[in-house]
């Protein structure tokens, strides 16, 4: 099971392994706030990317497309999240304020299609 969270929502027990899903650290959160079990910065976006979507929702489609380019050359990452993830609860923790339109929400797709594909 793969939830997410932003950072700044308290960690619940249900929440499983926390694993912090973003490039840059966020901002006014310290690390004991934060309740990470894991920091996967190299699964996020590229700065590049990160930068031309700038949390656009236009941009969402295109955004989307070129992000899941980019996790396929991170294979092995998605791979180790899909592993954790049926052991036990896994919960992407991210930053953003849009709750629909941000990298957690892709990530979490693909790894949910990657178990899909497993079975």
Do not use: C
């Not at 989307?64 to 791979?79: A, D, G, H, N, P």
């Not at 849009?98 to 079975?119: P, R, T």
């Amino acid at each position: 099971m793969i939830t997410l969270k932003r950072v700044y929502e308290p960690p619940d027990s249900g929440d499983g392994f926390r694993v912090l899903v973003e490039r840059l650290w966020p901002r006014g959160i310290t690390k004991e706030h934060a309740h990470l079990d894991l920091w996967l910065k190299e699964i996020a976006p590229s700065s590049d990317l990160r930068k031309w979507f700038a949390h656009d929702p236009s941009k969402w489609d295109e955004f989307s497309k070129r992000y899941r380019t980019e996790l396929i050359t991170r294979e092995e990452l998605v791979m180790t999240l899909l592993q954790k993830s049926r052991e036990t609860p896994v919960t992407l923790i991210f930053a953003a304020r849009d709750l629909q339109h941000n990298s957690a929400v892709i990530l979490k797709q693909v790894v949910e299609e990657k178990m899909q594909s497993a079975q």
